[in-house]
């Protein structure tokens, strides 16, 4: 069904809003979640009393409340005396993490470029948040608009905003701006500790560039395609049974490249706590520092959804293309249905990963990345590159 | 057109990871440090001065906030220098208890350095660990003294009191797991490829530069020198114990590593030995109410956590103050050798230099 | 004496105190104090502080004392005139500033401001003489205080007027000089025109004077002398540390006084065996005393036909039931002390061991060559430089300073103790060449003793901040330390500090919460 200009852009905005709202929420329960997967692998508890700091501590706990707060909150420490969900008691936290930072005094230090200074984070948010609009989080609408539904009634609503066809190439082009907010910012900050982060980040990232985007060609190269959708379905259902361990190979390889282009442990030297103070955002504070916060863990989504969707099936339920060998079942078949919450899951396990290996392993050495970078990964993925055009030239 | 031109930073007096009010002085080529200076003196109190106008009881208590993170081992050496500037002789009991609770502070000495060093160099988790071990045996210092921290544990002669009923027990229940604690520290570390290439070969010091710096304690041993006071000059109850001195040879961040977790280990041994073999008696040698020194001067070391402190001390003819007291710190001087660790090499490597080194900044300023 | 001009500042907070004193200049309206126009040449009313017209002629000194006081009773201290003749020019603002800012800052609880830096011991000789040949009249050469007066920075706090009350008055905002005493009769705080005291009053009440001034805690009460103060006022300390090469102001703050030490203690085999010989002596002559007594007495007792004395026992030390036992220093036996000697000769001053340690003292122009010989030497052997540090001895003859060396030989598990006693300024060579570990030690000693070392790479401060005043290890360097501790407050009894500091605040519009008293 065609639409009109109008529905179009009344649909578009509609998509974008909710897009905006679903990274934007994702971002600081991720935050909790690095808060309580890490306190849970370090013995200890984590956040537990922000339901109580937040709405009244007596409120919670007695349980007389009759308002709404109150009782959400005495809910929430019900629930926490689970042992299995004692996180609800520090749910809220992520609330007044946000709280805190929109808060904080906006301190642009004496020296800086204040233009540049103001600007880069903008541009490493905006850039973060711009890709998504190349992800698509299921292959077609998530629901259809009732009829009633003023302007946009009966339409379908896309779980993806647009469908380009480089999709690829729109996503690596517009993420690997990104890197210029952490640059600028950390040359206009005017100071020692964030050059030194900045000049980290920028090599590190462009570094990484190239073995990511060269693993991503694998599954380009498979399935002939640019497109998220096409490329999502056909690494999933349709690769050739050689492909697999290939597709194995290259999801390591691109992981690794993107925990150095997210400056995760244990490639974070561009923030690198103990060396650098806080590396590039040092200077920064309240907003602007909580824009480069979203930008990275906007960034850490992408390139998990990335990965769910070129290595790990998409929105389909196995990785690997192993998806292909059930796809013998009939497209009928439960199981052979694309989902958006094969993704999500894929996507949530990823960025538990993230925390995961954050919580385990010690920081490498700058001269130590590049090594890593350009001797193996590099040369590796040339070789995955080899193999992965040999093996679509005999399917 | 271009050129090049070195950089001058400062690593501290307030970061993150110079443990204190270390202030390090950087000129960097790009990320090689070309010159290292140590800028120190930022937690000066005075300590030496300030004995001076205490008593040898009252002194004691300023030992505990040199190094704060041993004060046990502190407070054991200012007791043994005092005994020995009088001619104290103290009973074995009290020997035996007092080498128990140093080698008890010894572990918490080594846990924090183990927690903190890994935290510099990006492995969060063992610091948290190091820490819950650390709590038990804050709380056996709680339980004989009162204090967790600033513990003032020792009386010049002996003790004040006997361990408090429980004690033992107390020690024994951290005994029984302590070793596994360990063994859990290394299977996150000990073969982690990243902690490898991050140690391995960092902060080179040799036994010759070592000595001839001054550095001793597990950065000695580290490089091949198996130098320790509680065998070379044997005090307190350590003629009587059974341990081994671990050494290695590679003299690098990694060795110093190794070193201190087998050194953790010899003192797991050390305290056992003392909870099996306490002896009865006494724990306070029988004194006058008022000390008076004649003249006497009097240098005394013990093996601190993180190497030799030497109190020296000048007795004045019928005074009750020390009329000089000097503390051989061991972080004061084993700070020396940081340049020599770090020059020519990466800024990430300043760091693990100064995790490696173990300095604790109320001691190298006093 | 006639003042020509009067202005109001900006900052006037409206408060009437100004016109109660001079009705006659001042005109408090709504917003501001004006200087009323029939007192002016140019007949205009406002603040005059742009155009600063003179006061009316006949003004000039009649109400002279009435705007005086009006000034110094402002608040704010924005009243400001203009004196001439042979007065100084510009009074008066900042003592009532500072004592307010004082006062102020104790009740919202700040931190009492350091005092102002203090000015010279009052009682030096040097104004003594300009004070005489400034008094012709003083017929009397007896001892007598000439002139006193109160600095900026009182704090209103009574003390000087308890001790001194024929003198002192203390009024709400300040501590006057009283009419009575002075030869001109006026009362001020005599800070500007430092007026002479009448003779026989300073005579009289010199002993109460120098207790205010001594008592005063912010030692703002000054006075010169003329003729000599009696012994008891004159601290020790002060004529021994105006010669060294720093100089502590130890008038300002009694309680920073040292006691220096009277004996050196130097450990040492020699002197411990004179004295135990002394005592020994001291001893056997004690006893041969009491026999010859007895042989007298016995001799007397016989020839008076009594009975013979008892025969005196001799006195066996006392045994003390302790596990306490000194260490006595013997003579040097061990071969390492014994190698030294011979390698050295003459140059070994003295070595013995005492408390199980081997302490040999060198001549300090050979402790370079000495710690070569302990490194070097195939028998010492000594490899690594444990400690280095410096004793002061200021009681000491012939020497100030003893620097000691602890080496180890790690090889054969020994320890060596050298010592070199110098003098205040000698330099001595840098152990850094032979033992590179003497780096910091010997930036320490420097630091904190002020010995020199000579070739030394990098001889400078290290614990202190570069341009630190002193060598804190020094005996005679206080133990207190600058600034806040010098300023002993007093009790506040009758709450006067607290009690203008709340109405001024109040008149300012602060609204201050008393702090509870502890």
């Given at each position: 069904m065609p639409m009109t200009l109008t529905q179009l852009v009344v649909m578009a905005l509609l998509q974008i809003v909710l897009l905006l709202a679903f990274v934007m929420m994702l971002v600081p329960l991720i935050t909790f979640a690095e808060r309580k997967v890490i306190a849970y692998v370090q013995v200890r508890l984590g956040a537990t009393r922000t339901a109580g700091g937040l709405w009244g501590a007596q409120a919670g706990r007695?349980?007389?409340?009759?308002t709404l707060t109150g009782g959400l909150n005495g809910l929430m420490w019900y629930l926490g005396r689970v042992p299995m969900l004692s996180i609800f008691r520090g749910l809220p936290v992520f609330i007044a993490d946000a709280v805190k930072l929109l808060t904080k005094e906006d301190i642009v230090p004496e020296g800086a470029d204040k233009a540049v200074f103001i600007l880069s984070p903008a541009i490493s948010v905006i850039s973060a948040f711009t890709v998504?609009?190349?992800?698509?989080?299921?292959?077609?609408?998530?629901f259809t608009f009732p009829a009633?539904?003023?302007?946009?009634?009966?339409l379908p609503f896309n779980a993806f905003l647009t469908d380009i066809n480089v999709g690829l190439l729109f996503i690596l082009g517009i993420s690997s701006v990104g890197v210029y907010g952490i640059v600028l910012g950390a040359w206009a900050s005017n100071s020692k500790y964030p050059l030194l982060g900045g000049l980290r980040s920028a090599a590190q990232i462009i570094s990484y560039e190239v073995p990511l985007t060269l693993s991503l060609l694998v599954p380009v190269i498979l399935t002939?395609?640019?497109n998220f959708n096409e490329m999502a379905r056909r690494t999933a259902?349709?690769?050739?049974?050689?492909?697999i361990p290939l597709l194995f190979v290259g999801f390591f390889i691109y992981t690794t490249c993107a925990f150095a282009e997210t400056n995760r442990?244990?490639?974070d030297l561009a923030e690198a706590e103990t060396e650098?103070?806080?590396?590039?955002?040092?200077e920064y504070t309240g907003m602007k520092f909580s824009f480069y916060f979203l930008a990275e863990y906007a960034n850490m989504i992408l390139v998990s959804a990335l990965a769910a969707g070129f290595f790990l099936g998409g929105h389909y339920?196995?990785?690997?293309?192993?998806?292909t060998f059930l796809m013998k079942a009939g497209e009928t078949a439960w199981f052979n249905q694309p989902s958006i919450l094969f993704f999500l899951g894929k996507v949530l396990f990823l960025l538990f990963v993230f925390i995961w290996v954050r919580a385990t392993l010690p920081r490498y050495r700058y001269d130590q990345l590049m090594h890593v970078g350009w001797k193996y990964l590099i040369p590796y993925t040339l070789v995955l590159i080899f193999v992965a055009a040999l093996i679509r030239y005999i399917a | 057109m271009f050129k090049t031109e070195e950089m001058e930073i400062n690593l501290?007096?307030?970061?993150?990871?110079?443990?204190?009010v270390l202030r390090v002085k950087l000129r960097l080529d790009g990320e090689t440090v070309v010159k290292c200076t140590p800028i120190i003196g930022?937690?000066?109190?005075?300590v030496e001065k300030i004995c001076e106008d205490k008593t040898y009881f009252q002194g004691?208590?300023?030992?505990?906030?040199?190094d704060y993170v041993a004060s046990v081992s502190n407070n054991l050496g200012w007791a043994e220098g005092v005994e020995k500037l009088f001619g104290i002789t103290v009973p074995r009991r009290a020997h035996y208890i007092r080498t128990m609770l140093t080698e008890l502070n010894r572990l918490s000495s080594h846990l924090l350095w183990l927690g903190t060093h890994a935290l510099d160099i990006g492995a969060m988790t063992v610091f948290l660990y190091a820490f819950r071990e650390r709590e038990q045996i804050l709380d056996c210092f709680e339980a004989f003294?009162?204090?967790?921290?600033?513990?003032?544990?020792?009386?010049?002669?002996?003790?004040?009191?006997?361990?408090?009923?429980g004690f033992i027990k107390q020690v024994q229940a951290f005994q029984d797991r302590f070793l596994d604690c360990l063994d859990e520290y290394e299977t996150l570390l000990t073969e982690n490829r990243i902690w490898k290439k991050r140690t391995?070969?960092?902060?080179l010091l040799n036994a010759d530069d070592a000595i001839a710096l001054g550095v001793t304690g597990p950065v000695l041993r580290a490089a091949?020198?198996?130098?320790?006071i509680r065998k070379a000059f044997p005090y307190a109850a350590y003629a009587e114990m059974q341990f081994d001195v671990p050494t290695r040879t590679a003299g690098d961040t990694y060795a110093r590593y190794q070193v201190r977790l087998e050194e953790m280990r010899q003192s797991h041994r050390i305290i056992q030995q003392c909870v099996d073999g306490l002896p009865e008696g006494p724990v306070m040698a029988k004194l006058p109410k008022v000390l008076k020194s004649e003249v006497n001067e009097v240098y005394h070391a013990i093996e601190a956590p993180k190497g030799e402190l030497g109190y020296y001390f000048v007795g004045e003819k019928g005074?009750?103050?020390?009329y000089r007291m000097h503390v051989r710190a061991p972080s004061f001087v084993n700070l020396q050798a940081l340049p020599k660790m770090t020059e020519g090499k990466l800024l990430a490597d300043v760091i693990a230099a100064i995790g490696t080194l173990d300095v604790v900044l109320g001691e190298v300023d006093r | 004496m006639a003042i020509t001009k009067v202005w109001i500042e900006e900052g006037?907070?409206?408060?009437n105190a100004c016109e109660a004193e001079c009705p006659d200049v001042f005109l408090v309206t709504a917003d501001s104090c004006h200087i009323k126009a029939d007192s002016r040449v140019d007949g205009k009313q406002d603040e005059?502080?742009?155009?600063k017209s003179e006061l009316k002629a006949d003004l000039h000194r009649s109400l002279e004392d009435a705007i005086v006081a009006a000034a110094a009773g402002c608040p704010v201290n924005v009243i400001k005139y203009e004196q001439v003749a042979n007065a100084a020019e510009a009074p008066a603002a900042p003592p009532v500033d500072a004592e307010i800012d004082a006062a102020l800052g104790k009740a919202l609880g700040?931190?009492?401001?350091?005092?102002?830096?203090?000015?010279?011991?009052?009682?030096?000789p040097a104004p003594a003489v300009v004070a005489a040949a400034q008094a012709?009249?003083?017929?009397?050469?007896?001892?007598?205080?000439t002139k006193v007066w109160i600095e900026e920075?009182?704090?209103?706090?009574?003390a000087c007027e308890a001790d001194s009350p024929e003198v002192f008055r203390v009024t709400e905002t300040t501590c006057m000089i009283k009419p009575g005493v002075r030869l001109d009769g006026k009362e001020t705080?005599?800070?500007?025109?430092?007026n002479g005291l009448k003779p026989e009053d300073g005579e009289r009440l010199m002993d109460s004077i120098i207790a205010a001034a001594k008592g005063c805690p912010v030692n703002v009460i000054k006075y010169d002398v003329f003729g000599n103060v009696p012994?008891?006022?004159?601290?020790?300390a002060a004529a021994a540390a105006d010669s060294g090469p720093y100089v502590y102001d130890y008038k300002a703050a009694p309680n920073r006084q040292v006691a220096m030490?009277?004996?050196?203690?130097l450990a040492s085999f020699h002197a411990y065996e004179a004295e135990q010989k002394a005592l020994a002596e001291a001893d056997e002559a004690k006893w041969q005393k009491q026999l010859a007594d007895f042989e007298t007495a016995k001799a007397k007792a016989a020839a008076e036909g009594k009975d013979a004395p008892k025969p005196p026992v001799r006195a066996v030390p006392r045994k003390d039931d302790n596990d306490l036992k000194f260490p006595a220093p013997t003579d040097a036996k061990d071969p390492d002390l014994l190698r030294l000697h011979a390698l050295l000769g003459d140059k070994v001053s003295q070595s013995f061991e005492q408390a199980g340690e081997l302490t040999c003292q060198v001549h300090p122009d050979c402790i370079l060559e000495t710690l070569m010989l302990c490194r070097g030497d195939h028998e010492l052997n000594?490899?690594?430089?444990a400690d280095q540090t410096a004793t002061h001895y200021?009681?000491?003859?012939?020497?100030d300073f003893s620097i000691v060396y602890h080496l180890t030989s790690i090889a054969r598990r020994k320890r060596l103790r050298l010592r070199v006693l110098v003098k205040e300024g000698q330099v001595v060579d840098s152990a850094t060449q032979v033992y590179p570990s003497a780096n910091w030690m010997e930036r320490e000693i420097w630091d904190m003793l002020g010995i020199r070392f000579e070739n030394h790479p990098d001889l400078t401060r290290i614990?202190?901040?570069?341009?630190?005043?002193?060598?804190?290890?020094?005996?005679?360097?206080?133990t207190l330390g600058w600034g806040?501790?010098?300023?002993?407050?007093?009790?506040?009894r009758a709450g006067v500090v607290m009690r203008m500091a709340m109405e001024k605040a109040g008149q300012m519009g602060i609204n201050l919460v008393v702090p509870k008293a502890d």
């Open positions: 007695t349980h007389k409340s009759r998504f609009s190349a992800v698509a989080f299921a292959p077609g609408a998530l009633w539904f003023p302007i946009v009634g009966g002939g395609s640019l259902t349709e690769v050739h049974w050689l492909a442990v244990p490639f650098l103070v806080s590396g590039f955002h040092t339920l196995l990785p690997f293309g192993f998806q | 501290g007096p307030q970061h993150p990871s110079t443990h204190g930022y937690l000066h109190r005075g004691q208590v300023w030992t505990d906030r040199m003294c009162g204090a967790r921290l600033t513990t003032t544990a020792f009386r010049i002669g002996g003790l004040r009191e006997d361990l408090p009923p391995v070969g960092v902060a091949g020198n198996p130098y320790d005074s009750q103050n020390p | 006037c907070i409206v408060c005059n502080l742009v155009a700040a931190p009492e401001p350091a005092p102002s830096a203090a000015p010279a011991p009052a009682a030096a012709p009249e003083a017929a009397t050469d007896k001892p007598r205080i920075g009182c704090i209103v706090c009574n705080e005599n800070r500007q025109e430092k012994a008891a006022e004159e601290a020790p030490p009277k004996t050196a203690p000594y490899e690594m430089l200021p009681a000491a003859e012939g020497f614990l202190c901040p570069e341009g630190w005043e002193g060598f804190p290890l020094r005996k005679e360097y206080p806040q501790r010098d300023i002993d407050f007093r009790e506040d």
